[in-house]
């Protein structure tokens, strides 16, 4: 992984990026992660976007001819009165979510972008690119508004399911990857995991079978009659061993011991690199307990190490991540949570916004990925 810290004084923005590339032939697809934030907290929500924008097209253009975005998720500090500024550009999967930048700013972005891909949006809405034997399906912002989380949530899946199908995909076999944000998440979280289990259930996604690498956070969609909204990551094209699901049990026990269905992580292997997508990760046990009530400190420590021990069961490790979203609960923890992540990971593109977790008593979380270098012929190349 290449990383590297622009920073673009004239739009007043930092942009932080991973790249990777096996370099071995032509046809290869780059890949790069890149977060940008704004270091001016008094312009205002347009002048702060307007610098965003700008600042992303010249990072595509520093990263080379033909390298396109495939996903920006913008985090914001008010997203009822922020998220209709925000328009589409290209054919990229456009997600906005209500999580403020813990730098004060009013908006930050994460944008993963590809060279040498063809991005296009199928008849469904959802972003693809084909390369190979894959298509790699991007949704943002699903979501149905109901009058609570659980048929919220059965709603979406099935939407989603349903849209899978028209591409010859399923949950079970495609899906690798799941956001859920949730307004008010204290409340409405417990919704979420019954509409989710049951309709796992449904479709054989079982503790017999596996689950889906998934983030379960709180969030503010731009509808404001939304409890949930939904981003996903599906591949079609995969075959059944090309995909391992990571367990770390001697630090984490297995989700549906404690009522949930999502898997820690999930290791896909093609001919010439690994990704590694780490689930939604906090300060836990391997008896499913909280550890360290009421110490941000002790907390981030720890959910390190519970992510450290994902990626090694993977073959990775810190050096590899291309990016990491870290949610806090309570601002104030900002300043300790950022000196604590900065000391262990001081040049991967990272972002702390204001999030809280699944439960009241998980004051930190994080999610990362992580791309390996390896080759492995018997598959196609990614």
């Known amino acids: 992984m290449i990383?590297?810290?622009?920073?673009?004084?004239?739009?007043?923005?930092?942009?932080?990026?991973?790249?990777?590339?096996?370099?071995?032939?032509?046809?290869?697809?780059?890949?790069?992660?890149?977060?940008?934030?704004?270091?001016?907290?008094?312009?205002?929500?347009?002048?702060?976007?307007?610098?965003?924008?700008?600042?992303?097209?010249?990072?595509?253009?520093?990263?080379?001819?033909?390298?396109?975005?495939?996903?920006?998720?913008?985090?914001?500090?008010?997203?009822?009165?922020?998220?209709?500024?925000?328009?589409?550009?290209?054919?990229?999967?456009?997600?906005?979510?209500?999580?403020?930048?813990?730098?004060?700013?009013?908006?930050?972005?994460?944008?993963?972008?590809?060279?040498?891909?063809?991005?296009?949006?199928?008849?469904?809405?959802?972003?693809?690119?084909?390369?190979?034997?894959?298509?790699?399906?991007?949704?943002?912002?699903?979501?149905?508004?109901?009058?609570?989380?659980?048929?919220?949530?059965?709603s979406i899946l099935n939407e989603y399911a349903a849209e899978l199908n028209e591409l010859n995909c399923t949950l079970k076999d495609n899906c690798v990857r799941t956001w859920f944000f949730v307004r008010d998440i204290d409340i409405n979280y417990s919704g979420v995991v019954e509409g989710r289990n049951m309709v796992f259930r449904a479709n054989d996604l079982t503790t017999d079978t596996h689950f889906i690498a998934s983030t379960g956070i709180g969030g503010i969609a731009s509808s404001r009659s939304s409890l949930v909204t939904m981003d996903a990551y599906s591949i079609h094209g995969l075959k059944e061993d090309q995909i391992t699901y990571l367990h770390a049990p001697e630090m984490m026990n297995a989700t549906h011991e404690?009522?949930?269905?999502?898997?820690?992580?999930?290791?896909?292997?093609?001919?010439?690199?690994?990704?590694?997508?780490?689930?939604?990760?906090?300060?836990?046990?391997?008896?499913?307990?909280?550890?360290?009530?009421?110490n941000v400190k002790e907390q981030a420590l720890r959910m390190l190490k519970n992510v450290e021990s994902l990626l090694a069961k993977a073959g990775c490790g810190w050096n590899d991540t291309a990016h990491i979203i870290v949610y806090l609960r309570d601002i104030a923890d900002t300043e300790v949570v950022r000196d604590i992540m900065r000391a262990h990971l001081p040049n991967q593109p990272m972002i702390i916004v204001e999030a809280p977790v699944c439960r009241p008593g998980w004051?930190?979380?994080?999610?990362?990925?992580?791309?390996?270098?390896?080759?492995?012929?018997q598959y196609d190349k990614f």
């Open 258 to 294: 404690y009522g949930v269905a999502f898997e820690r992580g999930t290791a896909i292997n093609y001919g010439d690199r690994r990704h590694v997508i780490i689930s939604g990760t906090a300060s836990i046990d391997n008896k499913g307990q909280i550890m360290h009530q009421g």
């Open 3 to 154: 990383y590297n810290r622009h920073s673009f004084e004239s739009h007043r923005t930092i942009a932080l990026s991973a790249s990777f590339s096996p370099n071995d032939n032509d046809d290869a697809l780059a890949e790069h992660h890149i977060i940008i934030s704004h270091t001016d907290p008094s312009a205002d929500f347009d002048t702060q976007l307007a610098s965003i924008e700008s600042t992303a097209t010249e990072m595509l253009a520093l990263l080379g001819s033909g390298t396109d975005v495939v996903l920006k998720r913008y985090f914001l500090s008010d997203v009822a009165n922020q998220a209709h500024r925000i328009e589409r550009s290209g054919n990229c999967c456009l997600s906005a979510i209500g999580q403020p930048p813990l730098n004060g700013s009013k908006v930050a972005l994460w944008m993963y972008a590809i060279t040498n891909a063809d991005i296009r949006r199928n008849q469904a809405g959802l972003t693809e690119f084909k390369h190979n034997a894959y298509t790699h399906i991007f949704a943002g912002g699903i979501t149905t508004g109901h009058n609570n989380s659980k048929e919220e949530t059965t």
């Open 363 to 377: 004051l930190i979380e994080m999610e990362c990925m992580a791309i390996c270098r390896q080759s492995a012929p």
